[in-house]
């Protein structure tokens, strides 16, 4: 190699760059430790990294474990807000979760809209399982409490208020009040 440079200043630029060149996979090296640690600490990885007038953009990717208990929060959520719901309610809450979990079991996307009951298409209770529950409902108020208040309560689904509500002993059957 014909150089200017004299043998001692050549000898040292090659250990410069060799040091610069060590020096560059060190670093990188340590780089690639931060990230295994920083992994290890918040299991989460980083997908893609960019600088755009000085704004820095990262992309991060949810590991199994935390997309799990993303999804286990709202179902707990989801859970107790279907319990409190009354009988009918409950049951089509529970029938919408379970067309829920059909269709995203089979791949499928599902959009979700709220349905009032001035739609046109509303339908309170589509099963007759459920119709069937009703009106056995509906039997047994009549034993207890003033019709009028029985069909109050199933239209509107709305808590017996106690000073509206009379016992009738002639309407109790007789094994009924044999128990009390």
Known sequence: ???????????????LAFTFVVGDIFKTYEALERK??????????????????QLAVECLIDTQY??????????????????EAFNIHFEQKLSSLNDLLKYWKNGKEVA????????????DSPDNEVNNQESSAS???????????????LQDNS??????????????????????
Do not use: G
């Not at 039997?139 to 208040?149: G, K, M």
């Open 1 to 15: 190699m014909a150089s200017n440079v004299p043998a001692d200043d050549q000898d040292q630029l090659e250990s």
């Open 112 to 123: 979700i809209h709220e349905v009032t009951s001035d739609d046109e298409n509303f339908v």
């Open 66 to 83: 935390e997309r799990f208990r993303k999804a286990s929060l709202i179902t707990t959520e989801l859970a107790s807000v279907a319990s």
């Open 159 to 180: 808590f017996i208020e106690e000073y509206k509500v009379e016992c009738r002993p002639e309407k109790i059957p007789s094994p009924v009040l044999d128990e009390m």
């Open 36 to 53: 295994l640690e920083e992994y290890k600490k918040t299991h989460y990885v980083e997908f893609c990294k960019r600088l755009l007038r």
């Open 139 to 153: 039997i047994i108020l009549l034993w207890f409490v003033d019709e009028q208040v029985v069909r109050q309560v």
